[in-house]
């Protein structure tokens, strides 16, 4: 993989020529990850630490009938075993998920599905606690699998939830958005109707680090301390709070270096609550990390949404309406992490980039025998479902009506002059300029040229396929007075501080697992108060140092928490002028601010600089009423309204005919994220979304056999991509400001997942069309493309 | 981190020694080459061996000979080793080919050739590789040094006639004049194990037709060479509608099963695709091979 460079890069040079603020500077943090330095859960080593082993189920479906832990707690250094009759002791055995339903910690009825948690060892090491799993009998009653989700709400299906008291069936919600009658109106005038069923399905993020904790219970001060893989600190410390009695002033979560979370790590797990079961069981602190099967079979899970989806249009190519019903798929317990009002996330915006007149959207959430989850993978909350079902059906319109898939969207994105844009379905899109972008994209791509050539392949029986997708985000979770999980506002927090010698800290409530924080945060401050970034300290991940906030996920951190960051440092710029009018003897009207300094208006020369300020309000100036000696300040940010970044990406692939293997050969990222803070780390974030993006639409699934089984439980079966199966990428952008985000930055850390899966498989669908092929679903394995070659083409589950 | 079942472990420092150490530590005991295969099975307790002998310290294992009649490659000698080697890239093609798309850089670094046909599995590469070049396998046991044919050597998934308390010590490739070979697989990702694979060794006669020809297929349950497709070819001159012919036949012989990397009817397409574009590619390397002999010579 190479990378080109749409812009030129910022001299690596002297600091002379560093920027104070926005611009391309190398990330803080990678120092300490290059020299491999950097400190992530498993390196915790605290004395007297225990090992604990999670026993998972081999099968699905069962009734327990029998645990027996004799042969293991006789097994050397095994201190103590705990099964889910213990925890229903402690009334700890179910769990409260994030979608309003419940979770068992440990089995005490009945296994829901393969590789759920049966019980726990804690041993003096890892390989004792791993051994004693051996030695645990347990006695399934075997039953039959709901593993079809479109079976689900068969009137015979086995009920899965039924320690619930009257279930009587596997339905776990409805849920609408938009207007249903308006948009069958729309429908039965139109010329042009198609209809397809677009199936996303199931995939997994596969962080590099696995999950894991470390509890330390200290019982004379009934003090927790939990080290553990959370993209959310403070909300999981409020709800180990709320489940576990111990009060919250005395728990503190800290999450170190966290090696990718893409919502992997924003639910609470039944390893981490067994960990601090575990600890004060045994008086002891106990780690437990789960290895990579254990990872990719019973953590969350992304995607499994079978649409049904149908768009209308005039025959002159004017898109009028879409519709959709969805089957979604949740597992055995509806754990999916996202604002507690909307069951099926943010996907009401599969309304797209379009100007539409009607929308409608309909969403049956079911339980199956598999694991839970739903809402991971960088999906923005069920954007990227929305935009897969929006740019497919886009495409198979202009397939219908012969008309190029740029010119159809371009006929149809929301103009600029429409912005703020008020959708079908609720949504106020804050703005864009989707042409520019579409027109960017197209010439970087040569858009024309690679038409021209794959015309001349196809007249050689070559397949080119040439792939669009417009996208359109709503990240930033949200404005309090629409959203909140389980109860609480999704604001954030930051503190300030500036140290009598000018150098500063910054506390935030969001957690990098990859991202850049400590980086594009400090530049965030350098550049409204111009103090160097490398002066600048970035503090995150420990509830005991940072306020309080909802934590890193749906592309949120900028968004809220980089509004906090430049608010506060605002807040702090305005109590310097005050400082520095006391120490210039003037008055704060009289004071003009240039980046890092206020300056008497007319004498440039007459100023003090943030660091002189810094001393002077730590030392013995006078100061005016009402300012108290520090540099500091804090803010809680709600914002108004979500952003909505977005993007135009172009791909072209080749398939070998022979054998439906597909190379990925360009790709082409025009996104629009608002104000760039920080390019480099933005490119970053978008060369690994699209790297996503390959692995889903070419080979990421996550399947099950008839009885359950897990069939991508190892990376030999669940395939990630590597530099060789990804091109180039060629990226380019524009810049449409937030109008209401203080710095105006949208969200760009999930772009490119959600957008680039629908262009690639775009471009599948396109290099296969001359063989009469109209749609296939993703995975695009080579065993699918050649049924799709067929005329056989079959959704993946 | 994947934790394996308790194991002993000891190094052996000569072809002796590890026989020895063997036979010492008795039937649980287990040679550990690049472990690339062994380790990954041992993590997921599908394999438990009581005691593991290192043979990484066997030098007298890792070369590539090339003699008159023949090329000798040590049974510890590395995939990456292999894949950089000009003898055999210049002699065999079939195996740098297959050696592109085994694994991917760090488990070549460590794997070996010995314990790739040791491991015996069905969709391993290198199996199909010495079918076709109808190699030897040298296999060294406390009664002394066997030779064994392919066939002789391969006993079905999982199984070898190499014994717990013997070594495979070598490996060899006949060489034969105006020949070329090829390999070509389709995977789902680089790295990944063969949906399908094919590879063919033709030679030729002076006057141009098909001497002798190998056609095997990897990863579609068959052991051994594809007489039936072979026959088509031997004796006549290669062409369009002979390879298709062959590709036919392969596909007809091979009994692949339904599974994760693909449906039946697909493996089988692929049975006839691959051993098509092999024979095209092993018949033009064998013929610019004759040429540049000629124009040497
Ligand atoms: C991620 C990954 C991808 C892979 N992809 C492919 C692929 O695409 N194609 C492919 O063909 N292979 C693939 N492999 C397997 C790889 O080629 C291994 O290196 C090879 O299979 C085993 O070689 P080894 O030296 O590591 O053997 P080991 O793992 O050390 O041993 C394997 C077996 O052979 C025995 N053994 C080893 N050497 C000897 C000897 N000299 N005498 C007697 N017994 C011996 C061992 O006891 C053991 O039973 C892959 C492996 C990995 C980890």
Same mark, same amino acid.
């Given at each position: 993989?190479?990378?080109?460079?749409?812009?030129?890069?910022?001299?690596?040079?002297?600091?002379?020529?560093?920027?104070?603020?926005?611009?391309?500077?190398?990330?803080?943090?990678?120092?300490?990850?290059?020299?491999?330095?950097?400190?992530?859960?498993?390196?915790?080593?605290?004395?007297?630490?225990?090992?604990?082993?999670?026993?998972?189920?081999?099968?699905?479906?069962?009734?327990?009938?029998?645990?027996?832990?004799?042969?293991?707690?006789?097994?050397?250094?095994?201190?103590?075993?705990?099964?889910?009759?213990?925890?229903?002791?402690?009334?700890?055995?179910?769990?409260?998920?994030?979608?309003?339903?419940?979770?068992?910690?440990?089995?005490?009825?009945?296994?829901?599905?393969?590789?759920?948690?049966?019980?726990?060892?804690?041993?003096?090491?890892?390989?004792?606690?791993?051994?004693?799993?051996?030695?645990?009998?347990?006695?399934?009653?075997?039953?039959?699998?709901?593993?079809?989700?479109?079976?689900?709400?068969?009137?015979?299906?086995?009920?899965?939830?039924?320690?619930?008291?009257?279930?009587?069936?596997?339905?776990?919600?409805?849920?609408?958005?938009?207007?249903?009658?308006?948009?069958?109106?729309?429908?039965?005038?139109?010329?042009?109707?198609?209809?397809?069923?677009?199936?996303?399905?199931?995939?997994?993020?596969?962080?590099?680090?696995?999950?894991?904790?470390?509890?330390?219970?200290?019982?004379?001060?009934?003090?927790?301390?939990?080290?553990?893989?959370?993209?959310?600190?403070?909300?999981?410390?409020?709800?180990?709070?709320?489940?576990?009695?111990?009060?919250?002033?005395?728990?503190?979560?800290?999450?170190?270096? +966290?090696?990718?979370?893409?919502?992997?790590?924003?639910?609470?797990?039944?390893?981490?609550?067994?960990?601090?079961?575990?600890?004060?069981?045994?008086?002891?602190?106990?780690?437990?990390?789960?290895?990579?099967?254990?990872?990719?079979?019973?953590?969350?899970?992304?995607?499994?949404?079978?649409?049904?989806?149908?768009?209308?249009?005039?025959?002159?190519?004017?898109?009028?309406?879409?519709?959709?019903?969805?089957?979604?798929?949740?597992?055995?317990?509806?754990?999916?992490?996202?604002?507690?009002?909307?069951?099926?996330?943010?996907?009401?915006?599969?309304?797209?980039?379009?100007?539409?007149?009607?929308?409608?959207?309909?969403?049956?959430?079911?339980?199956?025998?598999?694991?839970?989850?739903?809402?991971?993978?960088?999906?923005?909350?069920?954007?990227?479902?929305?935009?897969?079902?929006?740019?497919?059906?886009?495409? @198979?319109?202009?397939?219908?009506?012969?008309?190029?898939?740029?010119?159809?969207?371009?006929?149809?994105?929301?103009?600029?002059?429409?912005?703020?844009?008020?959708?079908?379905?609720?949504?106020?899109?804050?703005?864009?300029?989707?042409?520019?972008?579409?027109?960017?994209?197209?010439?970087?791509?040569?858009?024309?040229?690679?038409?021209?050539?794959?015309?001349?392949?196809?007249?050689?029986?070559?397949?080119?396929?040439?792939?669009?997708?417009?996208?359109?985000?709503?990240?930033?979770?949200?404005?309090?007075?629409?959203?909140?999980?389980?109860?609480?506002?999704?604001?954030?927090?930051?503190?300030?501080?500036?140290?009598?010698?000018?150098?500063?800290?910054?506390? +935030?409530?969001?957690?990098?697992?990859?991202?850049?924080?400590?980086?594009?945060?400090?530049?965030?401050?350098?550049?409204?108060?111009?103090?160097?970034?490398?002066?600048?300290?970035?503090?995150?991940?420990?509830?005991?140092?940072?306020?309080?906030?909802?934590?890193?996920?749906?592309?949120?951190?900028?968004?809220?928490?980089?509004?906090?960051?430049?608010?506060?440092?605002?807040?702090?710029?305005?109590?310097?002028?005050?400082?520095?009018?006391?120490?210039?003897?003037?008055?704060?009207?009289?004071?003009?601010?240039?980046?890092?300094?206020?300056?008497?208006?007319?004498?440039?020369?007459?100023?003090?600089? @943030?660091?002189?300020?810094? @001393?002077?309000?730590?030392?013995?100036?006078?100061?005016?009423?009402?300012?108290?000696?520090?540099?500091?300040?804090?803010?809680?940010?709600?914002?108004?309204?979500?952003?909505?970044?977005?993007?135009?990406?172009?791909?072209?692939?080749?398939?070998?005919?022979?054998?439906?293997?597909?190379?990925?050969?360009?790709?082409?990222?025009?996104?629009?994220?608002?104000?760039?803070?920080?390019?480099?780390?933005?490119?970053?974030?978008?060369?690994?979304?699209?790297?996503?993006?390959?692995?889903?639409?070419? @080979?990421?699934?996550?399947?099950?056999?008839?009885?359950?089984?897990?069939?991508?439980?190892?990376?030999?079966?669940?395939?990630?991509?590597?530099?060789?199966?990804?091109?180039?990428?060629?990226?380019?952008?524009?810049?449409?400001?937030?109008?209401?985000?203080?710095?105006?930055?949208?969200?760009?850390?999930?772009?490119?997942?959600?957008?680039?899966?629908?262009?690639?498989?775009?471009?599948?669908?396109?290099?296969?069309?001359?063989?009469?092929?109209?749609?296939?679903?993703?995975?695009?394995?080579?065993?699918?493309?050649?049924?799709?070659?067929?005329?056989?083409?079959?959704?993946?589950? | 981190?994947?934790?394996?079942?308790?194991?002993?472990?000891?190094?052996?420092?000569?072809?002796?020694?590890?026989?020895?150490?063997?036979?010492?530590?008795?039937?649980?005991?287990?040679?550990?080459?690049?472990?690339?295969?062994?380790?990954?099975?041992?993590?997921?307790?599908?394999?438990?061996?009581?005691?593991?002998? /290192?043979?990484? /310290?066997?030098?007298?294992?890792?070369?590539?000979?090339?003699?008159?009649?023949?090329?000798?490659?040590?049974?510890?000698?590395?995939?990456?080793?292999?894949?950089?080697?000009?003898?055999?890239?210049?002699?065999?093609?079939?195996?740098?080919?297959?050696?592109?798309?085994?694994?991917?850089?760090?488990?070549?670094?460590?794997?070996?050739?010995?314990?790739?046909?040791?491991?015996?599995?069905?969709?391993?590469?290198?199996?199909?590789?010495?079918?076709?070049?109808?190699?030897?396998?040298?296999?060294?046991?406390?009664?002394?040094?066997?030779?064994?044919?392919?066939?002789?050597?391969?006993? #079905?998934?999982?199984?070898?006639?190499?014994?717990?308390?013997?070594?495979?010590?070598?490996?060899?490739?006949?060489?034969?004049?105006?020949?070329?070979?090829?390999?070509?697989?389709?995977?789902?990702?680089?790295?990944?194990?063969?949906?399908?694979?094919?590879?063919?060794?033709?030679?030729?006669?002076?006057?141009?037709?098909? /001497?002798?020809?190998?056609?095997?297929?990897?990863?579609?349950?068959?052991?051994?060479?594809?007489?039936?497709?072979?026959?088509?070819?031997?004796?006549?001159?290669?062409?369009?509608?002979?390879?298709?012919?062959?590709?036919?036949?392969?596909?007809?012989?091979?009994?692949?099963? /339904?599974?994760?990397?693909?449906?039946?009817?697909?493996?089988?397409?692929?049975?006839?695709?691959?051993?098509?574009?092999?024979?095209?590619?092993?018949?033009?390397?064998?013929?610019?091979?004759?040429?540049?002999?000629?124009?040497? #010579?």
């Amino acid at each position: 993989m190479t990378i080109t460079e749409t812009h030129a890069p910022n001299p690596a040079a002297g600091d002379a020529d560093r920027p104070i603020g926005y611009g391309r500077i190398q990330r803080k943090e990678d120092p300490r990850f290059v020299r491999g330095k950097g400190h992530y859960v498993d390196d915790i080593v605290l004395p007297g630490m225990l090992h604990g082993a999670i026993l998972r189920s081999p099968v699905a479906h069962a009734r327990l009938v029998s645990i027996d832990t004799t042969r293991a707690l006789a097994h050397p250094g095994v201190v103590a075993v705990i099964t889910g009759k213990d925890l229903l002791g402690l009334k700890l055995a179910w769990a409260p998920t994030l979608s309003a339903d419940v979770q068992a910690v440990l089995v005490t009825d009945k296994v829901r599905f393969q590789g759920q948690e049966v019980a726990f060892v804690i041993a003096e090491d890892r390989y004792a606690a791993r051994d004693a799993l051996e030695l645990i009998d347990v006695d399934y009653d075997v039953l039959t699998p709901v593993v079809d989700a479109r079976h689900a709400l068969d009137p015979g299906a086995p009920v899965i939830r039924d320690e619930i008291e009257g279930r009587t069936d596997n339905h776990i919600f409805d849920w609408e958005a938009g207007n249903a009658a308006e948009t069958d109106a729309v429908f039965a005038s139109a010329d042009v109707i198609v209809k397809q069923e677009i199936v996303y399905p199931r995939s997994h993020p596969a962080p590099m680090e696995t999950c894991g904790a470390v509890a330390d219970f200290e019982p004379i001060e009934g003090a927790l301390t939990l080290y553990e893989t959370s993209q959310a600190p403070h909300a999981h410390r409020t709800l180990f709070a709320i489940v576990s009695g111990i009060p919250e002033h005395k728990i503190r979560i800290v999450s170190p270096d +966290i090696g990718g979370g893409f919502g992997n790590k924003v639910g609470i797990y039944p390893g981490y609550i067994l960990a601090v079961v575990g600890s004060i069981v045994t008086g002891r602190p106990v780690k437990w990390v789960e290895d990579r099967s254990e990872n990719l079979m019973s953590t969350s899970f992304a995607r499994d949404y079978i649409m049904q989806g149908e768009i209308a249009a005039t025959k002159d190519g004017k898109i009028l309406a879409v519709r959709t019903n969805v089957l979604a798929d949740h597992g055995a317990f509806n754990a999916t992490a996202q604002p507690t009002k909307y069951p099926a996330g943010f996907f009401h915006i599969f309304t797209g980039s379009y100007d539409l007149q009607a929308a409608h959207c309909k969403v049956t959430g079911v339980y199956t025998n598999k694991a839970p989850g739903g809402v991971a993978y960088a999906c923005s909350f069920r954007v990227t479902e929305a935009v897969l079902l929006v740019e497919r059906m886009v495409d @198979m319109l202009a397939q219908k009506l012969e008309m190029d898939p740029a010119e159809l969207r371009l006929k149809n994105l929301i103009k600029p002059e429409q912005f703020p844009y008020k959708n079908k379905t609720g949504w106020e899109y804050d703005s864009g300029n989707y042409e520019r972008a579409m027109r960017l994209s197209m010439e970087i791509a040569g858009y024309d040229d690679l038409r021209r050539e794959q015309k001349e392949k196809r007249a050689r029986g070559e397949l080119m396929g040439i792939g669009i997708s417009f996208f359109t985000e709503t990240v930033g979770a949200g404005p309090r007075k629409h959203m909140d999980i389980v109860g609480l506002g999704m604001a954030d927090g930051a503190e300030l501080r500036i140290h009598p010698t000018g150098k500063a800290v910054v506390r +935030i409530s969001v957690q990098s697992q990859g991202q850049g924080h400590e980086t594009t945060f400090a530049q965030i401050v350098a550049e409204e108060i111009g103090i160097p970034p490398e002066d600048i300290d970035v503090v995150h991940g420990d509830t005991d140092q940072t306020p309080f906030g909802l934590g890193t996920y749906g592309s949120r951190s900028t968004p809220v928490s980089g509004a906090a960051v430049a608010l506060v440092a605002r807040k702090v710029r305005e109590k310097a002028k005050f400082i520095a009018a006391a120490m210039l003897e003037t008055r704060p009207e009289d004071l003009e601010w240039e980046k890092g300094r206020w300056f008497v208006k007319g004498d440039p020369s007459v100023g003090k600089t @943030m660091a002189e300020i810094a @001393m002077g309000a730590h030392g013995t100036v006078a100061l005016p009423e009402g300012i108290d000696g520090n540099l500091d300040a804090e803010v809680t940010y709600d914002p108004p309204n979500l952003t909505f970044p977005f993007g135009a990406y172009i791909c072209v692939v080749d398939v070998d005919p022979g054998t439906g293997h597909v190379k990925v050969r360009r790709f082409i990222a025009v996104d629009d994220c608002g104000t760039r803070i920080n390019p480099m780390i933005i490119e970053g974030q978008v060369h690994g979304g699209l790297t996503d993006g390959v692995g889903m639409a070419l @080979m990421q699934f996550i399947g099950f056999d008839e009885a359950g089984n897990n069939l991508g439980g190892s990376f030999m079966d669940y395939l990630i991509p590597t530099s060789m199966e990804v091109p180039n990428w060629e990226t380019g952008f524009t810049v449409t400001p937030s109008p209401h985000h203080p710095i105006g930055a949208k969200g760009v850390g999930e772009s490119a997942t959600v957008g680039s899966p629908p262009a690639i498989l775009n471009a599948v669908v396109d290099a296969l069309s001359p063989l009469g092929v109209t749609h296939m679903d993703i995975p695009c394995t080579p065993a699918r493309v050649w049924a799709a070659m067929q005329g056989r083409a079959t959704p993946p589950i | 981190m994947q934790i394996p079942a308790q194991f002993d472990y000891v190094r052996a420092s000569t072809i002796e020694d590890a026989l020895a150490l063997l036979d010492r530590h008795g039937a649980e005991s287990r040679v550990v080459a690049g472990g690339h295969s062994l380790l990954p099975m041992m993590k997921l307790r599908l394999a438990r061996p009581e005691c593991l002998v /290192d043979i990484n /310290d066997l030098y007298e294992l890792d070369f590539i000979l090339p003699e008159a009649t023949q090329l000798r490659i040590g049974a510890l000698t590395r995939h990456s080793a292999l894949l950089e080697s000009t003898d055999v890239a210049r002699l065999f093609p079939i195996v740098i080919d297959a050696e592109r798309v085994i694994a991917d850089p760090i488990v070549r670094n460590r794997g070996t050739i010995g314990g790739s046909l040791c491991q015996a599995d069905p969709a391993e590469d290198l199996a199909t590789v010495c079918d076709v070049l109808h190699a030897q396998a040298v296999v060294r046991g406390p009664g002394g040094e066997r030779i064994l044919t392919m066939d002789e050597f391969h006993k #079905g998934p999982y199984e070898t006639a190499v014994a717990q308390n013997e070594l495979l010590v070598e490996i060899r490739f006949p060489i034969r004049p105006r020949s070329g070979s090829a390999y070509e697989k389709v995977e789902r990702r680089v790295g990944d194990w063969a949906v399908v694979a094919a590879g063919a060794a033709v030679s030729f006669t002076v006057d141009g037709s098909v /001497d002798d020809v190998a056609i095997g297929l990897t990863a579609v349950g068959l052991d051994g060479t594809i007489s039936e497709a072979e026959a088509v070819l031997r004796g006549r001159r290669p062409s369009e509608v002979l390879f298709a012919e062959a590709g036919r036949l392969a596909a007809e012989a091979s009994l692949p099963v /339904d599974d994760q990397r693909g449906p039946v009817d697909y493996k089988r397409h692929l049975a006839d695709e691959l051993t098509r574009r092999v024979l095209r590619r092993a018949c033009a390397r064998a013929l610019e091979t004759q040429t540049t002999t000629m124009q040497e #010579g």
